[in-house]
């Protein structure tokens, strides 16, 4: 198995398209690339520890390949937006790509210079691409949240 993560606006929206992959073994969500140890939404929506909202996948590579899962995380959000997703907006929800390997990130950059130049969007695209630190899980009511609620709910 392996991990990927990715931030692109609501976390909630993007567990639920990453959960509902074959080949996805698991999903959570949470916070990564931030400052403070153990952050909560409330700190984490603050805009004051640096993290993005995140989903972090296990994935079984025999089944799906991480450039399948760039290929969902491209076509799931707007990544010409900068710090914001529809009507989420600070640095929380930026469009972000974390490794975990030396060969994630080398995908993720070709991914992105190929997402770029397909035409597709009418600005360049603003996707960070970092190395994943330390993951923080969100409070327990995050995870699942859609799938909870019979996918009722918004991502504000």
């Known amino acids: 198995m ?10 909630w929206h993007v567990e639920e398209v990453f ?12 916070y990564c690339g931030g400052v403070t140890a153990n952050p909560s ?7 004051l520890t640096g993290h993005a909202e995140v989903v972090e996948v296990t994935f079984d590579p025999a089944v799906i390949s991480y450039e399948s899962l760039l290929h969902h995380f491209w076509n ?4 010409t937006q900068l710090n914001r997703q529809g009507p989420d907006f600070g640095t929380n929800y930026r469009s972000v790509i974390f490794f975990h390997s030396e060969e994630q990130r ?6 992105r210079a190929e997402e770029d130049a397909s035409g597709r969007h009418l ?3 603003v996707t960070e691409i970092t190395s994943a630190g330390q ?8 995870q699942q949240y859609l799938r909870k609620r019979s996918g009722k709910g918004c991502c504000q």
């Open 123 to 125: 600005r360049p695209i």
């Open 106 to 111: 080398t995908t993720a950059v070709a991914s």
């Open 135 to 142: 993951f923080w899980r969100a409070e327990e009511y995050h």
């Open 2 to 11: 392996e991990k990927a993560t990715f931030g692109a606006g609501c976390f």
């Open 19 to 30: 959960h509902s992959l074959p080949g996805v073994v698991s999903t959570q969500v949470g």
């Open 41 to 47: 939404y409330e700190d984490v929506c603050s805009q």
């Open 76 to 79: 799931l959000h707007d990544p």
